[in-house]
């Protein structure tokens, strides 16, 4: 017979990953999250699993590679998720494509951690479900449940441990290998670009998304309610619930292994069984103050240390007095109602909208121009260029926040072992968060292509300095951080183009996409609102124009559909970049067409 | 709502509306009003629609309403836009400038000509400006806004003391002196004495 593995909680997530087809995994070491990908790295066959420079990073990696089609695990200690908060926060609106867990290993009692923040609060706060196992067995099984949530729901899925969790051992039985559906990058631009009118729509789909999932924590296997043969009953999850368990062997339980969003109906059965009620919970008084609100009397943090961890003694002795006093009044849960969400604003009258655009003269226009030529996918993140994500251009295909497109596109091209998507990112985001996964993509060995579309300001905010300008908001001037420099310095070959120049920077895109190593290109042009003119606009030709509407697919305010031929506001600054998509040579630069040449 | 105003200010981003939104809380702060106001900034900016907002009163709660007894429009398909802000009876002042969105320019969407007809149907008035003209004519099509604000004046209780000092106050000193002779050819221009308002 074969030996039944006796392992640690981490062992136990990494293996029951495996188990549940797991294509991906990443995450930054920290106690006691550590072991998981160490687990991961050590196991036969191993799916691609790798140390990243940071938790932001890794999340944001794992997200890439959970839209390439692959089930993805992310892990880090509780602090670290203060780290990934940004793109965490944003994923539980985008949702995923495959499954995708970040699994949170938080630390009670501070043995290795500066503090003891209890990361539940992080499940209701981005409205995602929170898993949470009692021992190595349901470590391995909720692994399986969390990839399974994460799909159904669309949602990253929170999976926390504790340090009691990750690092004791015991009896793991090996369940059969998950079948999992094929999946593949799928090009959603109102689904991953988080411009504020598909993040408006995104979010009341995730404010609907909670309650089916308050729905389907009423039913999960994961929440049960434990028939005891005394008159107490105890709410636990985690740790805890095995304290409680051998403190109070009669009671009855609501053994919560799907604790957010909360089973209310679960919890009133509960009550309905026993008179009185015992919240016993690590750190915050994070279930009990949702039970509080159903307007059931319940005992918890007044006698349950809210700091350090638990044991047996502790939640013995902090209950045990109690059991002697009269149980309180019986009273009926009251279920909030769900929320109002309120719907998008129904515009009284169908009028042309006017989303914001690149302006005319914009030099991010000209890259989208070259880019959008090429079967590539496109991660951005936040800035004008974001804007190339809106009709007609369509060129961005991913927005989650600052940094993230360069760590998605690692995911991707991870997942996908080639160049199959590329970044884009502004010259101040760099400066912001794309050193960091630029860094990483280096170490991981990430093929690749990051454009730095640098206008030498922070256009979108109002031209504010940065690094790599040296302003300050006082318009004095210091030094200056040297984009190209830096990215040799950390070992990637850089080379910096006008972005106007159509020829270079599209031979550096099929060279970056045609290679298997990383590069930057940087696409130099001033922002156009830093350079008033006057402007010269082009000049088009109305006999060969026909209208074919190349030209106006690249959005450029400036460009009209005439009745015969394209017209040209007096917005236009000449930039050119229209002349390059004609393919009829209608237009053509002022200087070109005889006018002056200074 | 409880004897307060609300002046909403339309636009494209880029056209100037948030210094006209200054402009406007400021002449009524001179005026002895209350005032609160409220901008839209950000990605808004880039030539998408945007609204700013000038609340003034006894006393004022919130910079923001969702409805307007006064709309200043610097462009004309803003201020047909922003009609669904307005209260009935109230008044659109606004500027004949046209500037066609991605879906006109593409030719997928014509441009609306429906503002009279919308307007007489829920009896606002509309006190319509050449406001560039005006402004070329002041030395900047760029004070096109400003032209625009002093056609406004005749729908507004400040008085012309209020707005000189609001100018003064809000427009940068090396184009006031241009702001002041577009504010005075928009308030003339739609003097109420005057035919075809």
Request: negative net charge.
């Amino acid at each position: 017979m074969e030996r039944i593995p006796f392992l640690s909680g981490n062992e136990a997530i990494a293996r029951g990953a495996v188990r549940a087809g797991l294509g991906f995994a990443c995450g930054y070491p920290g106690t006691p999250s550590t072991e998981i990908v160490e687990e991961l790295a050590r196991l036969e066959g191993p799916p691609l699993v790798e140390w990243c420079i940071n938790e932001k990073v890794a999340l944001e990696t794992g997200i890439g590679a959970s839209l390439a089609g692959a089930r993805t695990l992310v892990t880090m200690k509780h602090v670290g998720l203060n780290v990934a908060a940004d793109p965490f926060m944003t994923l539980a609106l985008t949702g995923v494509n495959a499954g995708l867990a970040v699994v949170s290993a938080d630390d009670p009692g501070m043995h290795s951690s500066q503090n003891e923040q209890d990361n539940r609060h992080f499940a209701a706060f981005a409205r995602v479900p929170l898993l949470e196992p009692a021992d190595s067995q349901e470590a391995y099984d909720f692994v399986a449940w969390a990839f399974e949530l994460s799909e159904e729901f669309d949602t990253p899925v929170l999976l926390r441990s504790t340090t009691r969790i990750s690092h004791g051992r015991g009896r793991v039985v090996p369940r059969a290998p998950v079948v999992v559906e094929d999946r593949s990058y799928v090009r959603d631009i109102a689904k991953y670009v988080m411009v504020p009118d598909y993040a408006r729509e995104r979010n009341r789909l995730a404010l609907a998304r909670l309650e089916r999932l308050r729905r389907r924590a009423e039913e999960s296997p994961l929440n049960v309610l434990e028939a005891g043969t005394t008159d107490i009953g105890i709410i636990a999850s985690g740790a805890a619930y095995t304290y409680a368990r051998e403190a109070f062997p009669k009671a009855w339980f609501l053994k919560l292994g799907m604790s957010h969003p909360l089973p209310y109906r679960k919890v009133a059965k509960l009550y309905d069984s026993v008179s009185r009620v015992f919240v016993v919970e690590e750190l915050d008084p994070f279930l009990e103050d949702q039970v509080r609100a159903l307007g059931l009397p319940v005992v918890g943090k007044e006698v349950i240390p809210r700091n350090g961890e638990l044991n047996q003694e502790i939640v013995f002795d902090a209950l045990e007095p109690l059991l002697k006093r009269r149980p309180p009044r019986r009273k009926r849960a009251v279920f909030p109602p769900p929320p109002v969400i309120a719907p998008a604003p129904q515009a009284a009258d169908d009028l042309p909208v006017r989303p914001p655009v690149l302006c005319p003269g914009c030099p991010h226009r000209a890259v989208y121009a070259m880019l959008r030529r090429e079967k590539v996918a496109v991660m951005g993140d936040i800035g004008c260029y974001t804007l190339g994500a809106l009709p007609p251009l369509l060129s961005l295909e991913s927005c989650v926040c600052m940094g993230a497109g360069i760590g998605m596109m690692a995911g991707i091209n991870r997942r996908m072992g080639r160049a199959a998507a590329v970044a884009v990112i502004g010259d101040s985001t760099f400066f912001h968060s794309g050193i960091t996964p630029l860094i990483d993509a280096r170490y991981n060995q990430t093929p690749g292509l990051v454009i730095v579309l640098d206008n030498r300001t922070t256009a979108m905010t109002g031209h504010q300095g940065h690094p790599g300008t040296g302003l300050h908001p006082d318009r004095s001037s210091g030094p200056a951080v040297d984009i190209e420099a830096l990215c040799r310095g950390i070992g990637v070959p850089a080379a910096t183009v006008d972005a106007f120049d159509e020829e270079a920077v599209r031979a550096a895109i099929r060279e970056a996409l045609a290679g298997d190593e990383l590069r930057v290109l940087v696409a130099l042009a001033p922002c156009i609102l830093m350079d008033r003119g006057p402007h010269e606009g082009v000049v088009v030709d109305d006999d060969r124009c026909n209208l074919c509407g190349l030209c106006l697919e690249l959005g450029c305010p400036a460009v009209v559909a005439g009745d015969e031929a394209i017209e040209v506001t007096s917005d236009c600054t000449g930039c050119g970049v229209c002349l390059a998509v004609c393919a009829r040579g209608a237009i053509s630069l002022p200087s070109d067409a005889g006018g002056d040449e200074s | 709502m409880n004897g307060t105003t609300t002046v909403s200010l339309a636009g494209v981003g880029g056209q100037g509306i948030i210094l006209a939104a200054a402009i406007v809380a400021q002449a009524a702060m001179a005026a002895g009003f209350d005032v609160k106001a409220s901008e839209v900034k950000g990605m808004a900016q880039r030539g998408g629609s945007v609204v700013s907002t000038v609340r003034y009163g006894r006393q004022v709660w919130s910079p923001v309403s969702p409805r307007a007894d006064l709309v200043i429009a610097t462009e004309t398909l803003e201020g047909r836009r922003a009609l669904a802000l307005l209260a009935d009876k109230g008044t659109l002042v606004y500027a004949t400038t046209e500037i066609a969105p991605g879906s006109v320019l593409r030719g997928e969407r014509a441009y609306p000509t429906d503002l009279a007809d919308a307007a007489r149907a829920r009896l606002i008035q509309l006190i319509a400006v050449d406001a560039e003209a005006l402004a070329i004519e002041a030395g900047s099509v760029r004070a096109a806004n400003v032209a625009l604000l002093g056609a406004a004046t005749h729908a507004l209780p400040f008085g012309s003391g209020a707005w000189d000092l609001a100018l003064e106050q809000t427009v940068p000193p090396k184009i006031l002196e241009l702001n002041r002779r577009a504010f005075a050819l928009g308030r003339d221009a739609a003097a109420p004495t005057e035919e075809g308002l």
